[in-house]
């Protein structure tokens, strides 16, 4: 069984920061790719921000230069620290991730795993 755990949500002032941790646990032979996606109310589910087994990124344009992604691959952990918070940035934050399972007759395969969510909510 393979668990992702958000923490770090929370309210915060306009021009505040957050840091996300993502945490998988469970049978996880690797992971590939991570990514934070948000969901605000009434809209739907967007990509904030990925990052490569390697450490390549990728970010959304209304992001870029205020959110950073990384990951620690030997902990099995991923980041997302958000400065400059704009109340627009006010969503359910969720990780994701490509991880790969070994399981004894089947073998390796490769599932997408999602968290729970956690509320980011930028309000004065």
């Known amino acids: 069984q393979v668990q992702l755990v958000e923490s770090g949500g929370g309210l915060v002032q306009p021009g505040g920061s957050l840091r996300l941790s993502c945490v998988a646990s469970?049978?996880?032979?690797?992971?590939?790719?991570m990514g934070w996606y948000r969901q605000a109310p009434g809209k739907q589910r967007e990509l904030v921000a990925a990052?490569?087994?390697?450490?390549?990124?990728n970010y959304a344009d209304s992001v870029k230069g205020r959110f950073t992604i990384s990951r620690d691959n030997a902990q099995n952990t991923g980041c997302l620290q958000m400065n400059s918070l704009k109340h627009e940035d006010t969503a359910v934050y969720y990780c994701?991730?490509?991880?790969?399972?070994?399981?004894?007759?089947?073998?390796?395969?490769?599932?997408?795993?999602w968290g729970q969510g956690t509320q980011v909510t930028v309000s004065s």
């Open positions: 990052i490569t087994k390697g450490g390549t990124t």
């Open positions: 994701n991730a490509e991880i790969v399972v070994v399981r004894p007759i089947s073998g390796a395969a490769t599932y997408n795993y």
């Open positions: 469970g049978s996880i032979f690797s992971i590939n790719a």
